[in-house]
């Protein structure tokens, strides 16, 4: 896959929720993409998928993320299901620098691992780096979780 280089477009509030539509193995999948800093009523989602995001920059956001908005995704998401796919995703890899406190990929992959989430990745929106291969790791978890008849949910991917 040829690696992005330009910038992905404004994505603003009001345009939630932010819709996807890809290709793979020849079906068609929309996803719709949430910011959950955003609606007011987040804990009305019913995802099919979640994206657990942390800026490496900022040790808190990793700590918040194992203290705080793991619980609360449990919680919210994981009271009557135990087969929603979860990403700890690591943003703004283009700023990453060599000063205490940064977060290296290993250790963002072992908090993922003792976590249990099913997958890791890092990327930066700024300058698109890694962007496609997160949006097809999502894919790709989304193929998986399809039977004959078709999705396991109603309609797109929610992805929060």
């Not at 996803?31 to 955003?38: I, N």
């Not at 908005?69 to 060599?98: A, H």
């Not at 998986?144 to 949910?153: D, I, Q, W």
């Amino acid at each position: 896959m040829r690696q992005q280089t330009t910038s992905l477009p404004l994505l603003r509030d009001l345009d939630q929720p932010f819709i996807w539509d890809i290709r793979l193995y020849n079906r068609f999948y929309r996803f719709e993409f949430y910011d959950t800093a955003s609606p007011e009523h987040y804990m009305h989602l019913e995802p099919d998928f979640v994206v657990l995001c942390y800026d490496i920059n900022d040790r808190r956001s990793l700590v918040n993320v194992q203290h705080v908005w793991f619980k609360r995704m449990v919680e919210s998401y994981m009271k009557d299901r135990d087969d929603i796919p979860i990403m700890l995703l690591g943003l703004k890899r283009d700023l990453r620098e060599e000063k205490p406190g940064v977060i290296y990929p290993q250790e963002g992959l072992k908090v993922a691992q003792d976590l249990r989430c099913d997958h890791y990745a890092e990327c930066s929106a700024t300058t698109g780096e890694l962007m496609n291969e997160v949006i097809e790791d999502i894919a790709r978890t989304a193929a998986k979780t399809t039977t004959e008849n078709g999705g396991l949910s109603n309609g797109g991917c929610a992805v929060m």
